[in-house]
Structure formats: structure tokens, C-alpha cells
């Protein structure tokens, strides 16, 4: 049997080596497709209004749509809601807003938003166990049980597109719908002081004094009013008790 060339064999190992390399496909990690780009964020939408006003309706945006939020600071908002696709699967969205004062105008500012939506599965794990009786010899029962637990298989940021989108514009319905205090202008605020000699004799300004008496005070005044009231009225009794004197009688 006639031996190969040597050169047959090499090209043989190329032919291997190339039909490997093609099976392979690579695969390109996510991470490697952010472009990082200076222009406007998907992710971020400007608003005519304050940081704290921006926050409270980032707020009542997801309260209205049955997200559970968490607001520890004036301008961060945490809020999560799940959802249950079907009876071995769990899904929960986790928003994530961050309020930032905006770059060029005083009264505006930027929200940032991002959402994470975390997926749980159903698994049912087996254990098994044998016990063995001596009086039996090397037999032995399995003895076997079943647990369920939903465990965590996904976890992914929501895209970008017309979901941030609607959160965009239910936020904007909520700044335009909801009552907000706007400052006065400083040049439209105008005062002027009044004059020391109007203050003074203003009767209006001018407290009246108030005299206050204690209970033992008051008491000794209308004990003094009580003992000139009855010797004032000493005389006027005995001239009306004395009898009258008989007439004088005169004797020629």
C-alpha cells in the first residue's frame, strides 16, 4: 500500500482546520455594541420644570400604572412591578429615574431613565436517599423528594423605543396637569417703607393698655366699695328709726 505525499497529508490538516474554524460561529458581545455617542440619549428627555417637580411626576407616572415606588431622595425615583406570564414563569421590571438640573435654562431638567426586566423560572429539583436493614441484608429503600424554586435565568435592560417613549409623555401630562408655583420676578415685586411719625401716632398702631387684677385684689376692692356703701347708709336708718317728738304744747 503506496504511502501519502506529504503534501496530501498537510492539505488534509487545512481542510480539518478550516471546516473547525467555520463550524464556529463567533459571537459578539453585547457590551461591544454601545456606541457611546455625544448625541441626544434615548434614554434621557428634557422638561420645562424643576428637579423636584420632574421627580414627583416620574413618581405619580408610575404609582398611576401600578409600579410599587420607593423615593428616598428628591431626585431619584425606584419603582418595580411583576408580572406573571404563566405558572412557571416570573417576570419583574425594575424603573430606574434620575433627575438632573438642565444645561442651559435655569427652570429645566433632564430625566434619566432605565429599566431592568429580571426573568424567573420554575425549577423542581430531585433528591434522593437510601436507607439500608441490617436484618434484611443489603437492602435498601430510595426514598425521594421534590422541591420547587424560581430561579433567576434572565436579566436584560429594556431597549431602547417607544416604551421609554410613553413614559416620556405620561410624565409630561402629569407636569402640565398638576398645579406648580412659579417665582415672582424680583422687578415686579415692589415695596416702600412707611415713615417713623406715622407708626407712632397711628391710633390704630397705638396699644391700649390692658390692667389685669389678681383674685386677692380684686376681692379687697369690693370689700372697701362694701364698707363705704353701708356707712353711707348709717344715718339715713337712724333718722328713719327715731320716733317723731310729740308736738310743743303752749299754756297761756
Partial sequence: ??????RLVFASFALIALAACG???????????ELFSSGASPFAHNFDATVNETCEAARR???SQGFLTTMGQPDTVDATKNFQPSAETHVVVSFHV???????VTNQSIAYVNAVQDGYALKKSDTSASVGLSVLGSLSLPIRSNSDAMVKI???????????????????H?????????PVAADEVKSKPLAPSIIVSSPELTPTPIVVQTPAAATAIRASDAVAA???????????????????????
Fill in 61 to 63: 407616572a408610575l404609582l
Fill in 154 to 172: 434572565s436579566s436584560e435592560t429594556v431597549p431602547a423605543g417607544k416604551f421609554y417613549d410613553r413614559f416620556f409623555g405620561l410624565m409630561g
Fill in 23 to 33: 463550524g464556529r460561529s463567533s459571537v459578539t458581545p453585547s457590551y461591544q455594541q
Fill in 174 to 182: 402629569y407636569l402640565n396637569t398638576v398645579p406648580r408655583s412659579a
Fill in 98 to 104: 434620575v433627575c438632573t438640573p438642565g444645561e442651559n
Fill in 1 to 6: 500500500m503506496p504511502m501519502p505525499s506529504p
Fill in 230 to 252: 353701708g356707712a353711707s347708709d348709717v344715718p339715713a336708718a337712724s333718722a328713719a328709726a327715731a320716733p317723731e317728738a310729740p308736738p310743743a304744747t303752749v299754756t297761756h
